[in-house]
């Protein structure tokens, strides 16, 4: 079987490295290339002949869609999965026109990639360009729809338990609640993984993290709204002297989601 020869293109040395090492424990892959550069990234890709292109849109020189345009314009045969943290449907279709093959947001879900690659290399279905764009465009347009319903409703329930929006902690505690809706078994390894995983998307540090959420919490208890907190689950969790551990208050919120349908 002859494996998928991956260009990977990002402004992050170290989003790379990750990448690679990911690929590097799958035999399905090899990483032939990589180009933190947008100018140089044409040139590499098309020299060592790649299948599939991992661009991020951020780059310095040219940014991504000006690399897409170039591989269109050279009529070259890979294929683009675009990897970004930009949020919109319009950088979606953008993408799409030009001529990327699919789009998906970082961090990287890196089993989700993988899914996307297999579904570009084996698809018999043949769809035609403005079909492609659509799907994914409606696609991402859902999962963003659905991200901006779940944001809401966690921001409703750190209002009505005092938390406020200002303190790092607030960000910090969202973003854990949303990884733990998306991954309940994430919970289980909240230094491991999910402080990590945090830190990276806010380029601070596990421990950090850590502390801002523990901080946040003892803000919600310290201000006494207990009732607030035990009517948002509709069930008498807490006393006014029973503190949570931050994995105790992150998946019970989670769960909370989970159940109202996020």
């Keep these: 079987m002859n494996k998928i020869k991956i260009a990977i293109v990002d402004g992050s040395q170290d989003s790379i490295n990750k990448e690679k090492e990911y690929f590097s424990s799958n035999e399905k892959y090899e990483v032939i290339c990589e180009c933190t550069d947008g100018k140089q990234a044409v040139d590499d890709v098309r020299l060592n002949d790649a299948d599939l292109v991992l661009l991020d849109l951020v780059l310095p020189s040219k940014d991504g869609f000006e690399v897409l345009e170039d591989l269109k314009q050279k009529n070259t045969h890979q294929k683009v999965v675009v990897t970004t943290a930009l949020i919109g449907d319009g950088f979606v279709h953008k993408a799409m026109q030009i001529g990327a093959s699919d789009f998906i947001l970082k961090p990287l879900d890196m089993a989700v990639l993988d899914k996307k690659i297999d579904a570009l290399f084996k698809d018999k279905e043949v769809l035609s360009s403005q079909a492609k764009v659509d799907s994914v465009v409606n696609s991402y347009h859902k999962i963003n729809l659905n991200n ?71 803000v919600a208890w310290n201000r006494g709204k207990i009732e607030n907190i035990n009517s948002v689950f509709g069930l008498q969790v807490y006393g006014t002297n029973e503190k949570p551990t931050n994995g105790e208050f992150i998946a019970l919120v989670a769960d909370k989601m989970i159940i109202d349908g996020c």
Excluded: C, W
Excluded at 171 to 184: H, W, Y
Excluded at 197 to 204: G, K, L, N, P
């Design 148 to 218: 901006r319903n779940l944001d809401e409703k966690i921001s409703n329930i750190f209002i009505t338990v005092g938390i406020p929006a200002h303190i790092k902690g607030y960000q910090f505690l969202r973003e854990a609640i949303k990884m733990a809706v998306d991954n309940p078994e994430i919970v289980n390894s909240i230094t491991k993984k999910l402080y990590p995983s945090i830190a990276e998307r806010f380029e601070t540090s596990a421990s950090k993290v850590e502390r801002a959420i523990r901080h946040a919490i003892e």
